[in-house]
């Protein structure tokens, strides 16, 4: 059974960094796409970036060069590297990992509370 893991959440103070982890556990095979969403207070779900096999990479506007995300096929694990975090960016974060063969993984989440 396949299972995706964050880690790395918590609080910081504005301006402060964080990285997040994913990791997948079990036999996912091959990944095409590894995202991040994000779920903040009021708002829709939104992507805060993927990255696919091929080391294409997007990321929401509001990112604004903020934030970088890499991932370590070997190991089967994405990252997201956050800095100057904002009060805006408080919510919970989850990865989603997209396979070969059309497989949609998710993960449980993970709260990122930024305070000012």
């Excluded at 060069?65 to 694990?77: H, L, M, Q, V, W």
């Excluded at 408080?90 to 993984?105: E, K, M, N, Q, W």
Aim: hydrophobic share 35%.
């Amino acid at each position: 059974q396949v299972q995706l893991v964050e880690s790395g959440g918590g609080s910081v103070q504005a301006g402060g960094s964080l990285r997040l982890s994913c990791a997948a556990s079990g036999s996912i095979g091959v990944v095409n796409v590894m995202n991040w969403y994000r779920q903040t207070p009021g708002k829709q779900r939104e992507l805060v970036a993927f990255i696919n096999d091929g080391g294409r990479i997007q990321y929401g506007d509001f990112v604004k060069g903020r934030f970088i995300i890499s991932r370590d096929n070997a190991e089967k694990t994405l990252y997201l590297q956050m800095s100057s975090l904002q009060t805006e960016d408080t919510g919970v974060y989850l990865c989603s990992f997209f396979t070969r063969i059309a497989h949609d993984y998710w993960g449980q989440g993970i709260q990122v509370t930024v305070s000012s």
